[in-house]
């Protein structure tokens, strides 16, 4: 693919140790995407098992495969924007690494993101069964209910990986580690409005979780200051014109 022939859609995957999962979600993605214009862009996160290695290799079998790595691990949300910034696409798709959302539910996204109002500026996946531990799940449920009553941002499960969004509005938001869980909230901020859908969730096949309850509240708790601060210092101008 060449540069003058930029790809309609970006799908940035961010992985950190996935070895056995980043290729086959990569073949799923393609075959998702398969007779439309697009990009996938894997992001390695500096991975210390053989995810990079393995993501190398299978390039002259996927050409519509780039694949970023990190000098130094930083984090799922970095990964994503380092995916974004380097994007050609307008319309962006993230799916999280492990291979648990489903690739086959993102062209649904995308093309409810495609006959939105131009307002709409994210379509984000709902994932209707979970497949993880009841401990995870139950986390999850109470996270997402302060969350959305403190932010009142619209979201039931800003959790789900698989999201459909517009890359120039995605770039106008405040960059801040974990920013990923909540991009509906900073979109509402920046004047514009989300959808979403049911998507699949399936059960994790390779590799290990590379979070825990405990550690997801604390950077919750932080991070929830942040943007409900955020959110009581943005001003809106409305329509701009220009003469």
Not at 76 to 93: C, M
Not at 119 to 144: E, F, H, T
Not at 180 to 194: F, K, M, Q, S, T
């Amino acid at each position: 693919m060449t540069v003058e022939s930029a790809p309609d859609i970006s799908v940035v995957v961010p992985v950190h140790d996935e070895s056995g999962a980043a290729v086959p979600l990569a073949r799923e993605i393609a075959e998702a995407f398969m007779g439309r214009s697009f990009e996938m862009i894997f992001v390695d996160d500096a991975s210390r098992d053989a995810t990079l290695a393995e993501l190398k290799a299978v390039m002259p079998e996927l050409p519509m495969l780039r694949v970023l790595a990190h000098g130094s691990n930083a984090g799922q949300s970095r990964a994503v924007r380092t995916g974004v910034l380097a994007a050609r696409g307008a319309i962006i798709v993230t799916l999280d690494g492990d291979g648990q959302n489903p690739p086959i539910d993102a062209p649904r996204l995308v093309d409810a993101l495609l006959a939105a109002p131009a307002d709409v500026a994210l379509v984000g996946g709902r994932r209707a069964k979970r497949q993880d531990s009841a401990a995870k799940r139950q986390a999850s449920l109470w996270a997402n209910r302060i969350r959305k009553r403190l932010l009142n941002d619209d979201a039931d499960d800003t959790g789900c990986g698989l999201k459909a969004f517009r890359r120039d509005v995605f770039l106008r938001l405040p960059y801040f580690d974990h920013i990923h869980r909540y991009l509906p909230a900073l979109v509402i901020r920046e004047g514009y409005r989300n959808q979403y859908l049911d998507v699949g969730h399936r059960h994790r096949e390779t590799g290990r979780s590379k979070y825990t309850n405990w550690g997801r509240l604390r950077a919750s708790l932080s991070d929830l200051m942040g943007v409900i601060w955020l959110k009581s210092r943005a001003r809106r101008p409305g329509a701009v014109s220009e003469f």
